[in-house]
């Protein structure tokens, strides 16, 4: 019931706001993310939320009329405008006196970053995370009693658990994956196929998820990265398939990355044939 | 560069096996603490006569769905030989009341006894009308003698005081490590209470209107019952019916979603909905998709799952999907199991990420 709990947003929220937000529309809590949550934190979010109140999603049937699933939908987009836009996130972080929150607060807020959803469900579930106690919000009495009952065993495992989450958290926190991609870009050849793999494992997407979101076969993400020029099909494909790839992961100078790989594939390709 | 990213897959490997995730079955004691660890909010949620004084089960998993055909009872069977295959003794128990017939699904004659001989008879412990299968460390509890449930009386709270009996009687004679309960159709009183008995309680939907619809009557039902039952543990029948009575203003719940109403009655009754939140906690929903041709159905499965959150403000993780696969009537006409007679299947395959994530689902 996650939902229902007085959400860590509610305790970086300035008094004077937060009675409102606990009725009105909070951005955060609209898309279900913590207020120090990273871009592709927000990204992910909102892409699952427009699926399931999207029009057409077969998903809400006979749970919301058409107009209210409308009305769910124009909040949801209102608050991605506002959240997805750096400045605009800023400004808004600022008028309702909303703070991105401390390292150690990050720490457990942003355990599902370079953390499979698996290790998260498990870890939670054992009691081994607890987000909401760990924000300062309410304590289940379960919870405390869990703490008794533990062996030494598992409370060794609980330790380590937690400090791994922490260490990749900070990891997460200390550089934005906006900076990281730049830096990455600045740091080789933008016609380069290994440059692509390194922004989308810095955006902590593997091979099989943006294949299944961008429908290009994962041989050719593999040949691409790999700059298997020979393993890939005519250039205009090519560059169809960068152009997916490059939107799906929102990188920096698309453009640029498109152009100077489907340049250089096409080069080879005409070199072949001559 | 390269060495963060080597770092980050390190370490979530390490993770991952110290969780135990896709290892053996976990030591007695780690199941028996991360059980404990749920057991008061789940006890809070049992029906109002129920009393285990602490007595603990194995852990429950309930296979539901609101609608009839979706195919529980195969998920049920299925899913009780794959967990068995990862070293778990598994209790599949058909609690489909008057329409029993799990034990066709294990290729089994009808048997003469069952459920009926415990809890309405009260003759029999589980113990003796337990029988095994031919799916090694999987043995079952049949429906049996169809005809006495028949009558309203048969399944009164004696009855059900004695199948939650038979619950902690399978842990304290160590019959199984896991109950799998195969459940019937619609939105019984009964089917909800042992829908809520379970730890994790997954929803077998298809993609389509009648069952999502179906499902989502079922969740409804079960957060009224839950709300009933929590009043009931906590001798505070009063304050649950006025919460059932916020609940069902039909402006509100429209509007958000129980989640979120529930969050708002909460500034009313703090106390019996932090009981009720703990009793929800400690409960896990699963949707697991059934008949999966497209990777549009694939995407309903994870909607409805954050629907069920957002909306239900329910415990819901993934439990994956099935693929449409005309092995499963073919193996059901060969009176087999479909594990076994189509084990290079895509579904068999299937069944055995649902197997692994119903494991972690469970802590384990």
Redesign the interface.
């Given at each position: 019931?996650?939902?229902?709990?007085?959400k860590a947003a509610g305790n970086h929220v300035s008094a004077s706001h937060q009675q409102d937000n606990?009725?009105e529309v909070n951005y955060y809590r609209v898309l279900?993310v913590e207020p120090n949550a990273s871009r592709m934190t927000i990204r992910e979010a909102y892409l699952?939320?427009k699926?399931?109140y999207g029009s057409g999603?077969?998903?809400?049937?006979?749970?919301?009329s058409k107009e209210?699933a409308s009305a769910q939908m124009a909040q949801i987009e209102a608050a991605f405008r506002v959240l997805s836009d750096e400045v605009a996130r800023r400004a808004y972080d600022r008028e309702y006196g909303i703070k991105r929150g401390n390292q150690r607060q990050g720490a457990v807020n942003q355990v599902n970053i370079?953390?499979?959803?698996?290790?998260l469900?498990?870890?939670t579930?054992?009691?081994y995370v607890d987000l909401d106690g760990a924000n300062g919000g309410?304590t289940?009495?379960?919870?405390l009693?869990?703490e008794e009952?533990?062996?030494e065993?598992?409370i060794r495992?609980t330790r380590?658990?937690l400090t791994?989450i922490k260490?990749?958290a900070n990891?997460a926190t200390a550089t934005d994956v906006r900076e990281l991609l730049l830096?990455?870009l600045q740091?080789g050849d933008p016609g380069d196929g290994d440059l692509l793999r390194?922004m989308r494992?810095?955006c902590d997407v593997s091979e099989q998820e943006i294949s299944?979101r961008t429908k290009v076969s994962v041989a050719y993400i593999q040949a691409i990265e790999a700059n298997r020029f020979d393993r890939l099909p005519q250039g205009v494909f090519v560059k169809g398939f960068l152009r997916s790839y490059c939107r799906y992961l929102d990188l920096p100078e698309a453009d640029k990355l498109v152009q100077a790989f489907s340049a250089r594939l096409m080069d080879w390709q005409a070199n072949r044939k001559s | 560069?390269?060495s963060?990213?080597f770092d980050?897959v390190s370490?979530?490997t390490?993770?991952?096996g110290?969780?135990g995730?896709r290892g053996p079955k976990p030591?007695p004691?780690?199941i028996a603490?991360?059980m404990?660890?749920?057991?008061?909010?789940w006890e809070l949620g049992l029906p109002g006569y129920t009393d285990l004084s602490g007595r603990r089960p194995p852990p429950i998993i309930a296979i539901g769905g609101g609608k009839g055909g979706v195919g529980k009872s195969l998920v049920s069977a299925n899913l009780a030989v794959k967990l068995a295959a990862s070293g778990w003794r598994v209790l599949a128990i058909d609690m489909d009341i008057g329409g029993a017939n799990l034990h066709t699904y294990f290729g089994l004659p009808t048997p003469t006894r069952g459920l009926a001989d415990v809890v309405v008879y009260g003759r029999s412990s589980l113990a003796d009308v337990m029988v095994t299968t031919n799916a090694t460390g999987v043995s079952l509890v049949a429906g049996g003698n169809e005809e006495v449930w028949g009558g309203a009386a048969a399944m009164d709270q004696a009855a059900m005081g004695r199948l939650f009996e038979s619950f902690i009687e399978v842990q304290e004679k160590d019959l199984a490590d896991i109950i799998l309960l195969d459940l019937g159709a619609g939105t019984h009183g009964l089917t909800l209470d042992c829908y809520l008995a379970a730890h994790l309680g997954i929803l077998t939907v298809l993609?389509e209107?009648t069952s999502?619809?179906n499902a989502?009557?079922f969740l409804k039902t079960a957060l009224f019952r839950l709300v009933r039952n929590v009043g009931d543990q906590l001798k505070q029948e009063d304050i649950a019916l006025i919460v059932r009575d916020l609940l069902v203003e039909p402006d509100k719940a429209?509007?958000s979603?129980y989640?979120?109403h529930?969050?708002?009655i909460?500034a009313k009754y703090p106390e019996f909905?932090?009981s009720?939140?703990?009793a929800?906690?400690?409960r896990?929903l699963g949707i697991a998709v059934n008949q999966v041709r497209s990777?549009?159905d694939i995407?309903?499965g994870?909607?409805?799952e954050?629907?069920a959150?957002?909306?239900f403000?329910?415990?819901c993780?993934?439990c994956g999907y099935l693929n449409y696969d005309e092995a499963a009537w073919k193996s059901l006409r060969n009176r087999r199991l479909l594990v076994v007679d189509f084990p290079h299947s895509v579904l068999s395959k299937r069944f055995s990420e649902l197997s692994r994530?119903v494991l972690?689902?469970?802590?384990?």
């Amino acid at each position: 019931m996650h939902q229902t709990e007085p959400k860590a947003a509610g305790n970086h929220v300035s008094a004077s706001h937060q009675q409102d937000n606990a009725l009105e529309v909070n951005y955060y809590r609209v898309l279900d993310v913590e207020p120090n949550a990273s871009r592709m934190t927000i990204r992910e979010a909102y892409l699952r939320l427009k699926n399931a109140y999207g029009s057409g999603s077969a998903a809400l049937y006979s749970l919301l009329s058409k107009e209210e699933a409308s009305a769910q939908m124009a909040q949801i987009e209102a608050a991605f405008r506002v959240l997805s836009d750096e400045v605009a996130r800023r400004a808004y972080d600022r008028e309702y006196g909303i703070k991105r929150g401390n390292q150690r607060q990050g720490a457990v807020n942003q355990v599902n970053i370079g953390f499979s959803q698996d290790d998260l469900v498990a870890a939670t579930l054992a009691g081994y995370v607890d987000l909401d106690g760990a924000n300062g919000g309410p304590t289940e009495a379960g919870d405390l009693g869990a703490e008794e009952l533990r062996p030494e065993a598992v409370i060794r495992t609980t330790r380590s658990m937690l400090t791994i989450i922490k260490l990749k958290a900070n990891k997460a926190t200390a550089t934005d994956v906006r900076e990281l991609l730049l830096e990455i870009l600045q740091s080789g050849d933008p016609g380069d196929g290994d440059l692509l793999r390194r922004m989308r494992e810095a955006c902590d997407v593997s091979e099989q998820e943006i294949s299944e979101r961008t429908k290009v076969s994962v041989a050719y993400i593999q040949a691409i990265e790999a700059n298997r020029f020979d393993r890939l099909p005519q250039g205009v494909f090519v560059k169809g398939f960068l152009r997916s790839y490059c939107r799906y992961l929102d990188l920096p100078e698309a453009d640029k990355l498109v152009q100077a790989f489907s340049a250089r594939l096409m080069d080879w390709q005409a070199n072949r044939k001559s | 560069m390269m060495s963060k990213i080597f770092d980050r897959v390190s370490e979530a490997t390490a993770a991952r096996g110290m969780m135990g995730l896709r290892g053996p079955k976990p030591d007695p004691t780690v199941i028996a603490a991360r059980m404990a660890a749920r057991q008061r909010g789940w006890e809070l949620g049992l029906p109002g006569y129920t009393d285990l004084s602490g007595r603990r089960p194995p852990p429950i998993i309930a296979i539901g769905g609101g609608k009839g055909g979706v195919g529980k009872s195969l998920v049920s069977a299925n899913l009780a030989v794959k967990l068995a295959a990862s070293g778990w003794r598994v209790l599949a128990i058909d609690m489909d009341i008057g329409g029993a017939n799990l034990h066709t699904y294990f290729g089994l004659p009808t048997p003469t006894r069952g459920l009926a001989d415990v809890v309405v008879y009260g003759r029999s412990s589980l113990a003796d009308v337990m029988v095994t299968t031919n799916a090694t460390g999987v043995s079952l509890v049949a429906g049996g003698n169809e005809e006495v449930w028949g009558g309203a009386a048969a399944m009164d709270q004696a009855a059900m005081g004695r199948l939650f009996e038979s619950f902690i009687e399978v842990q304290e004679k160590d019959l199984a490590d896991i109950i799998l309960l195969d459940l019937g159709a619609g939105t019984h009183g009964l089917t909800l209470d042992c829908y809520l008995a379970a730890h994790l309680g997954i929803l077998t939907v298809l993609p389509e209107p009648t069952s999502i619809e179906n499902a989502y009557l079922f969740l409804k039902t079960a957060l009224f019952r839950l709300v009933r039952n929590v009043g009931d543990q906590l001798k505070q029948e009063d304050i649950a019916l006025i919460v059932r009575d916020l609940l069902v203003e039909p402006d509100k719940a429209r509007k958000s979603g129980y989640g979120d109403h529930l969050r708002l009655i909460g500034a009313k009754y703090p106390e019996f909905i932090a009981s009720l939140r703990s009793a929800v906690q400690s409960r896990t929903l699963g949707i697991a998709v059934n008949q999966v041709r497209s990777q549009k159905d694939i995407d309903v499965g994870k909607s409805m799952e954050l629907i069920a959150e957002r909306y239900f403000g329910f415990n819901c993780r993934s439990c994956g999907y099935l693929n449409y696969d005309e092995a499963a009537w073919k193996s059901l006409r060969n009176r087999r199991l479909l594990v076994v007679d189509f084990p290079h299947s895509v579904l068999s395959k299937r069944f055995s990420e649902l197997s692994r994530l119903v494991l972690s689902n469970l802590g384990f």
